[in-house]
């Protein structure tokens, strides 16, 4: 499943949990709370004025926190 439909398909309180488990850093915080939103890579790259590139690169990171979490592992990153 992409990490964006899932993401929005997760309760508000699930999502603060989920945000709180997987440390995010201050530039991964608006890439999750975007793609929480069902934002777009396109239009989440333009509000935070960085390349798509770059939120491939963020979402990629938020991904493997996520797997890592799942999997029971860290998450520091």
Same mark, same amino acid.
């Given at each position: 499943?992409?990490?964006?439909?899932? $993401?929005?398909?997760?309760?508000?309180?699930?999502?603060?949990?989920?945000?709180?488990?997987? +440390? $995010? /850093?201050?530039? #991964?915080?608006?890439?999750? #709370? #975007? $793609?929480?939103?069902?934002?777009?890579? *396109?239009?989440?790259?333009?509000?935070?004025?960085?390349? *798509?590139? /770059? *939120?491939? +690169?963020?979402?990629?990171?938020?991904? +493997?926190?996520?797997?890592?979490?799942? +999997?029971?592992?860290?998450?520091?990153?």
């Amino acid at each position: 499943m992409r990490l964006g439909k899932y $993401l929005s398909s997760l309760t508000k309180p699930e999502l603060e949990e989920l945000r709180d488990l997987l +440390n $995010l /850093t201050d530039d #991964e915080y608006p890439i999750f #709370e #975007e $793609l929480s939103h069902g934002r777009s890579k *396109v239009y989440i790259a333009d509000r935070c004025k960085i390349c *798509v590139s /770059t *939120v491939d +690169n963020r979402i990629r990171a938020i991904r +493997n926190k996520l797997e890592r979490l799942q +999997n029971g592992g860290v998450t520091g990153g």
